[in-house]
């Protein structure tokens, strides 16, 4: 029973984790073109949802999702090996 118990525990405290990540606009606005993906998480504070990954001739293009911190926005960020080269936000600002 404790290993169930323990196995629950991380489940929720890692959905809290996640939960609580939500990306402002001074945060989107902070983001540059080239950055690394580790950089952006750093400036954003979590790890993005990958949604995405494509390989072509000399180039791995990569897409995340965060959530906004407003309801029912997000933002997109397009990774082409490994360095920002698109990004977009949807939803109320």
């Known amino acids: 029973m404790k290993p169930i118990l323990a196995l ?4 929720i405290t890692s959905d809290m984790a996640f939960a609580t990540c939500s990306v402002k606009k001074s945060d989107y606005a902070a983001l540059k073109m080239m950055m690394t ?10 790890d993005g949802e ?11 293009s990569t897409t995340y999702t965060w959530e ?4 029912r926005s997000t933002i ?15 939803g109320p600002d």
């Open 37 to 46: 993906y580790l950089d952006v998480v750093k400036a954003l504070g979590c």
């Open 76 to 90: 997109m960020l397009v990774f082409g090996n490994g360095q920002l080269r698109s990004r977009s936000q949807q």
């Open 50 to 60: 990958r949604i995405s990954e494509e390989n072509g001739p000399g180039m791995v």
């Open 68 to 71: 906004g911190a407003t309801p």
């Open 8 to 11: 629950l525990l991380v489940l």
